[in-house]
T-cell receptor, first 117, second 115 residues
């Protein structure tokens, strides 16, 4: 089946530093990748949608300069949290659209728990 | 914009019993997809079941089935013969067929299985 590998699974960083999260589609081409943020006991909040080779589309209220998304290839999308602060601590999840395979579902990465100290 | 509402923050059921999780949605579109996702303590999102709006027949996947009422914009999930491994957060989600094909999630329902 379709697999999305997300790394790292958890990361602790100091305030003011940047952190990069990677999502790779292992056995399919992910034309579109979605990035979500999830606070404890809450639902997934869509942050942005990235399409291979083009700029990401950010949801209202999401700072595009803080959350840099790159989707340079059909198998790799990255989210960089720049100048991280404690309020950026959260669980980040990516999801790939594999409709190119004739399916209409999504495959999710395993998530990254970010803690900013 | 589409919205998805799960009115039950928490539900519990005895092992081997049946439980139904509710989901309603609001849309002006006639064609769309609906999903139920499970998020266990590992936080990995797992697709449970999906439904295409143009199909009248309710989707079924083993012990999981849905009651899709298009006119009422309702999409409930029934879990039969509940097992301890079913304990998780369950999210209902909506996706448009055209345009922005992002998933719109409900608030989630935490399901507890009592042994």
């Amino acid at each position: 089946g379709a697999v999305v590998s997300q790394h790292p699974s958890w990361v602790i960083c100091k305030s003011g530093t940047s952190v990069k999260i990677e999502c790779r589609s292992l056995d399919f081409q992910a034309t579109t990748m979605f990035w979500y943020r999830q606070f404890p006991k809450q639902s997934l909040m869509l942050m942005a949608t990235s399409n291979e080779g083009s700029k990401a589309t950010y949801e209202q209220g999401v700072e595009k300069d803080k959350f840099l998304i790159n989707h340079a290839s059909l198998t790799l999308s990255t989210l960089t949290v720049t100048s991280a602060h404690p309020e950026d601590s959260s669980f980040y999840i990516c999801s790939a659209d594999h409709r190119d395979r004739g399916l209409y579902g999504y495959t999710f990465g395993s998530g990254t728990r970010l803690t900013v100290v | 914009a589409q919205t998805v509402t799960q009115s039950q923050p928490e539900m519990s059921v005895q092992e081997a019993e049946t439980v139904t999780l509710s989901c309603t949605y609001d849309t002006s579109e006639s064609d769309y997809y609906l999903f139920w996702y499970k998020q266990p303590p590992s936080r990995q999102m797992i697709l449970v079941i999906r439904q295409e709006a143009y199909k009248q027949q309710n989707a079924t996947e083993n012990r999981f089935s849905v009651n899709f009422q298009k006119a009422a914009k309702s999409f409930s999930l029934k879990i039969s013969d509940s097992q301890l491994g079913d304990a998780a957060m369950y999210f209902c989600a909506y996706r448009s067929v055209q345009g922005a094909q992002k998933l719109v999630f409900g608030q989630g329902t935490r399901l507890t299985i009592n042994p």
